[in-house]
């Protein structure tokens, strides 16, 4: 089992930055690749991006590539949402995700992913 714990999300204006935080506790952080997903209302839930097991490769999806960064610490067993430049349609519940396998992580779908965090809500004003 792993447990994975959301830091707060927020309200922010149009242009502006805000960054999540996913702590795991339980088993191996580093066993696990880590995802970052988001589900606005009425809305499939989406991939934002993940990041590899080792931290050396991600993944973004079109939408938020050069405005979102994922990172992995795995001294504080803690991924990274670094989400700049916000725009109004990145409104939406935000959740991180781990899943075992790279292979499975870099296909972004949400239902090859095992644990995931409670979701944290993302408001962007314009």
């Known amino acids: 089992q792993v447990q994975l714990v959301q830091s707060a999300g927020g309200l922010v204006q149009a242009g502006g930055s805000l960054r999540l935080s996913c702590a795991a506790s339980?088993?191996?952080?580093?066993?696990?690749?880590i995802g970052w997903f988001r589900q606005a209302p009425g809305k499939e839930r989406e991939g934002v991006g993940c990041?590899?097991?080792?931290?050396?490769?991600?993944l973004y999806h079109d939408s938020v590539k050069g405005r979102f960064t994922i990172s992995r610490d795995g001294d504080k067993n803690t991924a990274y949402l670094q989400m700049n430049r916000l725009k109004p349609e990145d409104t939406a519940v935000y959740y991180c995700?781990?899943?075992?396998?790279?292979?499975?992580?870099?296909?972004?779908?949400?239902?090859?992913?095992?644990?995931w965090g409670q979701g944290t809500q993302v408001t962007v004003s314009s």
């Open positions: 339980g088993r191996t952080f580093s066993n696990y690749a």
């Open positions: 995700a781990a899943t075992y396998r790279d292979s499975d992580a870099f296909r972004l779908n949400h239902t090859l992913y095992t644990y």
């Open positions: 990041i590899s097991t080792a931290g050396d490769t991600t």
